[in-house]
């Protein structure tokens, strides 16, 4: 069982992207075992909050302000990578099209991108590889090349490169984007597995069909502030969204999903 710890906390964070601030005063806090999702329009800020996560942007130092991660602030770059996977669209542009699918998966063993001279797999890592490869249907694909493959297939595989060190915690940045139905489902389905099975997932995204039934905290974020944080019950309703994404909406629930149509 997961022990219902923070695996997020930020308090009162200013952050700044160049010359604009993108955060005055962001609190909240996530806990491993709670499976959250940050919804929001575009410009709302969920791609800061991904940056502050992966250490990509740091806050502003000033006192009773902090972002600790696993409980640390100054959490080592490679535990954080062994603890979090990430799939996101600016980590599937940084992967080179020629890269064979087995080399993209293994990658994630060092939080690269692709294999380099200093990249040597043991035994057992690549050992892992395949098992993975295999677990999420891509054996057959292991020595295609990335930039063959189909959207749903490149998703798969940055999935199966984030979960290769089976991380605590998993982010997904716009999971769907790019994806025919059946490659929605087939993720989507995998996201479910992986819930169950202990991993806690965090989904940022403005596509509330994304939200999969086991997430139970809804973060919503407008122009660097949080509007609403609280359960799928409460938050993912008519009014809420309709005032997130400031056109009138309404929302139909089936088998534990959501979809939004206008009002």
């Not at 700044?16 to 601030?21: H, M």
């Not at 020629?98 to 994630?108: C, E, M, Q, R």
């Not at 060092?110 to 891509?138: C, I, K, N, T």
């Not at 984007?177 to 806690?200: F, P, S, V």
Request: proline residues 5%; glycine residues 8%.
């Amino acid at each position: 069982m997961i022990a219902h710890d923070p695996w997020l906390e930020l308090q009162s964070v200013e952050a700044w992207l160049g010359d604009r601030r993108v955060f005055a005063n962001l609190s909240l806090t996530l806990l491993r075992g709670q499976h959250a999702v940050v919804l929001g329009p575009n410009g709302a800020g969920k791609s800061s909050l991904l940056r502050l996560i992966t250490r990509e942007i740091h806050p502003v130092v000033r006192p009773g302000s902090f972002l600790r991660l696993f409980g640390q602030e100054r959490i080592v770059l490679t535990e954080l990578q062994r603890r979090l996977g990430l799939v996101s669209p600016a980590l599937e542009q940084r992967v080179h099209p020629a890269l064979p699918v087995a080399d993209v998966v293994g990658s994630g063993w060092f939080g690269s991108v692709g294999l380099g001279r200093m990249h040597q797999l043991s035994r057992s890592q690549a050992d892992r590889v395949r098992e993975d490869l295999a677990d999420h249907g891509l054996a057959d694909l292991a020595d295609r090349r990335f930039g063959q493959l189909s959207d749903g297939q490149r998703r798969r595989v940055l999935l199966a490169r984030a979960l290769v060190q089976r991380p605590e915690v998993l982010v997904l940045d716009e999971p769907l984007n790019g994806l025919d139905l059946r490659a929605r489902h087939q993720l989507l389905a995998e996201l479910r597995q992986l819930a169950a099975a202990g991993t806690t997932l965090l989904l940022v995204t403005h596509q509330i069909e994304a939200v999969v039934p086991e997430i139970s905290c809804c973060v919503l974020l407008r122009q660097g502030e949080l509007v609403a944080v609280g359960a799928p019950a409460d938050v993912l309703q008519d009014g809420p969204l309709s005032a997130l994404f400031d056109t009138p909406l309404r929302v139909v629930e089936a088998n534990g999903y959501r979809q939004v149509l206008p009002a």
